[in-house]
């Protein structure tokens, strides 16, 4: 609405109104405070060399701080909802995730679709969470959250369904295994279902810079504004939990699960039963391992010499775990290693996604959602059926597979290029109304 | 079958408790005198809501809610068709292609119609 007076701008400005949001919104202190010191709110009461430590004392601080507000309008059953569920639904998606042939809480039929399912609930941890307050700003900043969710999660699942015309299965351990039977991880054959589930999940997770569809300088998210205490605790967990589920998706959908790189390359020594690229991760990890107890002797402050040195001997124990198991039987092997690439391919996943928060300036949350709708969403239908396609080319044409991927991905990627041309850069003027 | 789901429920379980408990720990944990006065506005930055919750709402957030529906429930139909397409063969994408057809067809109209530069 246009004729709202006055404007969130104008109110901030008034000096007997609070001070810029900016500065009283936020507990994360700008990026460029975050190199040279800790939250600039947090009492410095540790010991200067125990400052690394800060964060930590932050999440305590947490626990003491006094129990959310009771606003005379504030629903209370939605207010203690709204964590539990967030909780409840973040951890129950790992359930199905392989971690590895041997550790799978419950391999289900339907494990991709348990997975797309529990996470879609995630909307109720946003809009219980700030319907509770019955505040206009919170409820807005939870609609907004809503739609990009949303608009998102639909290019996601597009993407996905790319891979299950491959593997013929919802079951992720089957998806894992149908990688290792067509000699390839599916991030090869359907790269850009793999790049929209990305995108997605930087969306979806809220973790970019990219996407904060609560715009913290203009109406701050209640769920992180209202309950900075153990509610919000709860509340960034699911957050965080999240992240990892996204990047375990994408992990065993796209990246080969707990499969090594040359999966199908199974030449052992001569004599044994050793696979020769199944020694490479222990000695890695054993280098590292050594490099950490070698630097953690010279002479230096005690904090660092005790990281080098922890960190030295935790990866010295993985080493020993890594190449002891070569010698266990299969299984044993088969777990230890597949829960180790499994880790590490979740790790590197959420790597770049954090790489990017930091990479790349903010975007509007609408020029998010319009994006998804105008460019996103069109093209994982076109990924889709060119997909299809290709498949159908290399097993009843009888053309290399190679060839029909990298058709169908730059014929993909030049109707995305065409969509994205067409669309207007330019969003229309926010509005006070949610817009 | 169902017996996949048991590991599931007794982790959903575990996993409920494990909060439930913490939020009521921590609620017992302050005394009476810290935790906020009723009446209170719901916002600790002062500044006073514009309007009330229940105002109007921009448009674009009922687009994006609409469009949502007809695309998600379409995805049902295009997963189950995806993981039995290699079974199918060219039968199968020519079965599907009408349906995306309908869909994207749908989708230039919103398109030509201007919905999408609302959302």
Known sequence: ?435 | MPSQYIPILIVAIVVAVFPAAALVIFKRNHKASETAEAGETPYERELPPEDAAAGNYSERLYIAGALFVIFDVAIVFLFSWAIKFSQMGVYGLFVMLPFVGILLAGYAWLYKNGALDRI
């Open chain 1, 1 to 435: 609405m246009a004729d709202h007076s006055p404007t969130k701008a104008e109110a901030a400005e008034q000096p007997d109104h609070a001070p810029d949001p900016l500065q009283s919104g936020s507990e994360v202190p700008a990026q460029d405070e975050l190199g040279q010191r800790g939250s600039p709110q947090a009492p410095e009461f540790l010991h200067p060399r125990l400052r690394v430590l800060q964060p930590v004392a932050d999440d305590v601080k947490v626990l003491l701080k006094k129990d959310g507000w009771s606003a005379a309008s504030a629903d209370r059953v939605t207010f203690w909802i709204a964590p539990l569920s967030a909780v409840i639904i973040a951890l129950l998606t790992y359930l199905v995730l392989p971690v590895g042939p041997a550790f799978q809480t419950s391999d289900l039929n339907i494990g991709l679709l348990f997975i797309l399912g529990i996470s879609s609930l995630t909307i109720y941890r946003i809009v219980p969470g700030n319907w509770s307050s019955e505040h206009r700003d919170s409820l807005i900043g939870a609609l907004r959250s809503a739609a990009q969710f949303l608009s998102y999660e639909t290019a996601a699942a597009l993407g996905l369904a790319s891979v299950l015309l491959l593997s013929g299965s919802l079951s992720t351990k089957e998806i894992v295994q149908a990688q290792l039977d067509q000699g390839q991880w599916f991030i090869f054959y359907v790269p850009v279902g793999f790049l929209i589930f990305f995108i997605c999940s930087l969306a979806t997770t809220n973790r970019a810079r990219v996407s904060p569809p609560e715009t913290n300088s203009e109406i701050v998210a209640a769920h992180v504004m209202e309950n900075r205490n153990f509610h919000g605790a709860l509340d960034s967990l699911a957050e965080y939990a999240n992240i990892i589920v996204a990047a375990g998706i994408a992990t065993t959908v796209f990246l080969g699960g707990w499969l090594r790189p040359l999966a199908s390359y199974r030449d052992r020594f001569p004599g044994t039963s050793v696979e020769l690229l199944d020694v490479l991760p222990g000695l890695a990890v054993a280098a590292i391992s050594a490099y950490c107890l070698r630097s953690g002797r010279r002479p230096q402050a005690k904090i660092r010499k005790a990281v080098m040195n922890w960190t030295g001997g935790i990866c010295g124990v993985l080493a020993a775990a890594l190449l002891g198991t070569l010698f266990a039987p299969e299984n044993a092997m088969a777990g230890v290693h597949g829960a180790f690439w499994f880790v590490v391919k979740v790790g590197a996943y959420m790597y770049f996604c954090l790489w990017i928060r930091f990479a790349f300036p903010g975007l509007q949350f609408d020029r998010w959602t319009r994006r998804s709708w105008r460019i996103l969403i069109p093209a994982a239908f076109i990924n889709l059926i060119t997909a299809a396609m290709a498949i159908l080319a290399s097993q009843d044409g009888g053309l290399p597979m190679r060839f029909t991927t990298i058709v169908a991905t730059v014929a993909t990627l030049g109707a995305a290029a065409w969509l994205a041309k067409d669309s207007p850069a330019d969003p229309v003027a926010q509005t006070a109304d949610g817009g």
